[in-house]
T-cell receptor
Framework: AQSVTQPDIHITVSEGASLELRCNYS??????LFWYVQSPGQGLQLLLK??????LVQGIKGFEAEFKRSQSSFNLRKPSVHWSDAAEYFC??????????FGTGTRLLVSP | DAGVIQSPRHEVTEMGQEVTLRCKPI?????LFWYRQTMMRGLELLIY????????DSGMPEDRFSAKMPNASFSTLKIQPSEPRDSAVYFC??????????????FGPGTRLLVL
């Protein structure tokens, strides 16, 4: 069955430092991959998505993600974190017919 | 565009009562999704519709849950009777397209349900 693993439940990063959130997926075919962000009490907002082509994908708010087929990974990165980036981040894979399977999420804390 | 609209935003009810959650998708979108988010189980897809027709309801937990989409601009998720374990945040999302295209799903703000 398709699945998404986000191994880090919590991550704390100093403001201005770089960030990498890990995501590994299990899916037999070429995946469609997504990163969403959820601020407290809010719905999910799409940061970026990968369908095909260039394996480095740019998103909103200065985020990027790199698809690595050999590692079944789609890690999210940001070179310099801002306090407003504190939120929960979800990786998801599209399993066909628009069914999204989400990871368990990584909560990002930003320290001053 | 107003985005996906959900109501109510918060609902507190007593066990055994009927609960109805409402969703208005983004105009022009033809797919609608209901998700449930809990600490224990994370984000789960309950059911999704395409062109107002239920395509996959395999995520609906049991017969107490039902969903309808009478037209392209409105959907309901009903729980009858409600139980404390139904307490969760329920999200509605919508997108354009049908199969395998990986179209972006746009989420509403959610309904936070507490069943006492």
């Amino acid at each position: 069955a398709q699945s998404v693993t986000q191994p880090d439940i919590h991550i704390t990063v100093s403001e201005g430092a770089s960030l990498e959130l890990r995501c590994n997926y299990s899916y037999g075919a070429t995946p469609y991959l997504f990163w969403y962000v959820q601020s407290p009490g809010q719905g999910l907002q799409l940061l970026l998505k990968y369908f095909s082509g260039d394996t480095l994908v740019q998103g909103i708010k200065g985020f990027e993600a790199e698809f690595k087929r050999s590692q079944s990974s789609f890690n999210l990165r940001k070179p310099s974190v801002h306090w407003s980036d504190a939120a929960e981040y979800f990786c998801a894979v599209n399993t066909g017919f628009q069914k999204l399977v989400f990871g368990t999420g990584t909560r990002l804390l930003v320290s001053p | 565009d107003a985005g996906v609209i959900q109501s109510p935003r918060h609902e507190v009810t007593e066990m055994g009562q009927e609960v109805t959650l409402r969703c208005k998708p983004i105009s022009g979108h033809n797919s609608l999704f209901w998700y449930r988010q809990t600490m224990m189980r994370g984000l789960e897809l309950l059911i999704y519709f395409n062109n107002n027709v239920p395509i996959d309801d395999s995520g609906m937990p049991e017969d107490r849950f039902s969903a309808k989409m009478p037209n392209a601009s409105f959907s309901t998720l009903k729980i009858q009777p409600s139980e404390p374990r139904d307490s969760a945040v329920y999200f509605c999302a919508s997108s354009s397209g049908l199969a395998g295209g990986g179209e972006t799903q746009y989420f509403g703000p959610g309904t936070r349900l507490l069943v006492l």
